[in-house]
């Protein structure tokens, strides 16, 4: 028997579903600091933390996993924001993955390969999409010690849990580039109304849990060069998806959006249901370059295609050298695979690809951990790639 409760829960939303008196009084929550005890402090009721700090107390799961629960409270009912300050501490390590992709940048402007920005005027900017796999092919070391990165696994892990996928969309706003209009994210941030209003709300809540928007400061972003702005806890607002289209809504947004300084190598993650918009550079002389990252859950799907069958072959034998060579420990290595090789082994064909124990076949990662735990030479690691790809089909 259904309880009343649950009959007056919408399962259609429309405009009318779109109350702005509802809507500003949701967004009267306050961020009580007693809730982030991990945090360093609360900004702009935003939770900020030293992750460089974090990585020299905190040691395995046991220990990582109340500050975890703080960030999955934080992007599930919280302001949907934190801040890691220092998540990158190596700055040469920052500048050889910039360099990398700014080359990246000037051979797709000179072959007019440059593509433009979702939500922002063309031109004013520089994007290049699938830099992940990009910057692997680029400089694969450089790529495999960027993303043994223990913060970015471990955040993604607090929202996503694991198997998900990495992507990263450079963004470059130069001096006088305007801002974006406020939006949501992929998924359903990338719909039309009337294709939202198709959906029943049960699937724009999950919408809001598919993913997890994630930002890498490559240089200072000062307040004037137009860093993210953000209205927390816009993100736990049902029919926000819908509101955000309306202008009454926007004109609120404009209102009230908060926006938060970063330092080269600082992070900034959200839930992707956060009201949001890149900022305008109002500088003369910066050229706010940030990495943008769009992190999926294994359970849906990401919003670039990415050749991980192609990166995880470019990045093996370098991974491994950078393994013997004590460069990277094998943690790191293996923060490398989750970021590079598919986790999640399904869709498969279970006639030819069975389990040998378990329900599932062995996914990429898990042939990639057995091949750098093995040594397998770089020719055995790409033919076990070649022949689980070859199962990929339906007869």
């Given at each position: 028997?259904?309880?009343?409760?649950?009959?007056?829960?919408?399962?259609?939303?429309?405009?009318?579903?779109?109350?702005?008196?509802?809507?500003?009084?949701?967004?009267?929550?306050?961020?009580?600091?007693?809730?982030?005890?991990?945090?360093?402090?609360?900004?702009?009721?935003?939770?900020?933390?030293?992750?460089?700090?974090?990585?020299?107390?905190?040691?395995?799961?046991?220990?990582?996993?109340?500050?975890?629960?703080?960030?999955?409270?934080?992007?599930?009912?919280?302001?949907?924001?934190?801040?890691?300050?220092?998540?990158?501490?190596?700055?040469?390590?920052?500048?050889?993955?910039?360099?990398?992709?700014?080359?990246?940048?000037?051979?797709?402007?000179?072959?007019?390969?440059?593509?433009?920005d979702h939500f922002a005027t063309a031109g004013?900017?520089?994007?290049?999409?699938?830099?992940?796999?990009?910057l692997c092919m680029q400089d694969p070391e450089?790529?495999?010690?960027?993303?043994?990165?223990?913060?970015?696994?471990?955040?993604?892990?607090?929202?996503?849990?694991?198997?998900?996928?990495?992507?990263?969309?450079?963004?470059?706003?130069?001096?006088?580039?305007?801002?974006?209009?406020?939006h949501r994210d992929y998924h359903m941030g990338?719909?039309?109304?009337?294709?939202?209003?198709?959906?029943?709300?049960?699937?724009?809540?999950?919408?809001?849990?598919?993913?997890?928007?994630?930002?890498?400061?490559?240089?200072?972003?000062?307040?004037?060069?137009?860093?993210?702005?953000?209205?927390?806890?816009?993100?736990?607002?049902?029919?926000?998806?819908?509101?955000?289209?309306?202008?009454?809504?926007?004109?609120?947004?404009?209102?009230?959006?908060?926006?938060?300084?970063?330092?080269?190598?600082?992070?900034?993650?959200?839930?992707?249901?956060?009201?949001?918009?890149?900022?305008?550079?109002?500088?003369?002389?910066?050229?706010?370059?940030?990495?943008?990252?769009?992190?999926?859950?294994?359970?849906?799907?990401?919003?670039?295609?990415?050749?991980?069958?192609?990166?995880?072959?470019?990045?093996?034998?370098?991974?491994?050298?950078?393994?013997?060579?004590?460069?990277?420990?094998?943690?790191?290595?293996?923060?490398?695979?989750?970021?590079?090789?598919?986790?999640?082994?399904?869709?498969?064909?279970?006639?030819?690809?069975?389990?040998?124990?378990?329900?599932?076949?062995?996914?990429?990662?898990?042939?990639?951990?057995?091949?750098?735990?093995?040594?397998?030479?770089?020719?055995?690691?790409?033919?076990?790639?070649?022949?689980?790809?070859?199962?990929?089909?339906?007869?």
């Amino acid at each position: 028997m259904l309880t009343p409760a649950s009959v007056n829960e919408p399962v259609w939303l429309d405009n009318a579903s779109c109350d702005l008196s509802e809507f500003d009084a949701h967004q009267s929550q306050q961020t009580n600091p007693k809730d982030y005890p991990q945090a360093i402090q609360i900004s702009q009721q935003i939770p900020v933390y030293d992750g460089s700090a974090l990585l020299v107390t905190l040691d395995g799961d046991t220990q990582w996993q109340p500050v975890m629960a703080e960030w999955n409270r934080s992007f599930r009912t919280g302001p949907g924001i934190i801040v890691v300050k220092r998540g990158f501490t190596d700055f040469d390590l920052i500048d050889a993955a910039t360099d990398a992709l700014e080359k990246v940048i000037r051979e797709e402007e000179a072959s007019n390969a440059g593509k433009g920005d979702h939500f922002a005027t063309a031109g004013a900017n520089s994007r290049v999409w699938n830099a992940h796999e990009k910057l692997c092919m680029q400089d694969p070391e450089t790529y495999s010690r960027y993303n043994a990165n223990e913060l970015v696994r471990r955040v993604s892990e607090a929202w996503l849990g694991q198997g998900y996928q990495i992507t990263t969309q450079v963004n470059v706003v130069r001096p006088g580039g305007k801002a974006q209009t406020v939006h949501r994210d992929y998924h359903m941030g990338f719909q039309t109304i009337e294709q939202l209003k198709s959906y029943p709300a049960c699937q724009h809540a999950l919408s809001a849990q598919l993913t997890l928007q994630g930002a890498i400061a490559h240089c200072d972003v000062s307040l004037e060069s137009g860093p993210t702005k953000l209205l927390p806890y816009s993100q736990s607002y049902l029919p926000g998806y819908l509101a955000v289209h309306l202008p009454e809504f926007q004109a609120y947004f404009e209102a009230h959006h908060v926006q938060l300084s970063l330092e080269k190598g600082d992070m900034l993650f959200f839930n992707p249901a956060t009201f949001h918009a890149a900022g305008e550079n109002r500088t003369t002389d910066i050229h706010r370059f940030v990495n943008l990252m769009q992190i999926g859950s294994a359970y849906g799907r990401s919003i670039e295609i990415v050749d991980r069958l192609r990166i995880s072959k470019a990045v093996y034998a370098g991974l491994l050298q950078l393994v013997d060579d004590g460069q990277l420990s094998i943690r790191e290595a293996d923060n490398v695979i989750a970021a590079t090789a598919e986790g999640y082994p399904f869709p498969a064909n279970l006639d030819i690809d069975s389990p040998l124990s378990g329900m599932a076949p062995p996914s990429q990662q898990d042939i990639m951990r057995q091949a750098l735990a093995e040594h397998w030479t770089n020719e055995k690691f790409s033919q076990a790639l070649d022949e689980q790809a070859g199962r990929k089909r339906s007869h």
